[in-house]
């Protein structure tokens, strides 16, 4: 009896972990590399078009930062929830400077991982 008493509170706690994770967001990165003939600059704005007119207004949505190397591309976001970050990214292709942004990565570079936020 105590063993399956002690098996259940260690199943909750890890449930409950588990809830406490997600209601403390979930943060988004993106990695990928700008086309050959794309410069940095060019794709900066563009970039920058994308966060001001569609992801910063997408509900959910905390903060993004962008970095660079070469030409490899880094994208964080942070969001309230997973369903904001889908939701924001059914909703991407919409967005008015999306065409133009991905014409300038490498399509087949591009990863995208969530990861819920612990602390």
Known sequence: MKSVLFAGLILFSSMAGAVMAQDKGVLE???MNLKDNVSVEAF????KAIEDQHVSKQ????SRE???SGHKWLVIVHWKSAD???ASMDSFANA???AEFMSMIDASTMTMTRYDVVR
């Open 29 to 31: 990165v993106v990695t």
């Open 44 to 47: 900066a704005a563009v970039d």
């Open 59 to 62: 509900p959910g949505f905390v």
């Open 66 to 68: 962008t970095a660079v």
């Open 84 to 86: 904001a970050a889908q």
């Open 96 to 98: 008015p400077a999306a």
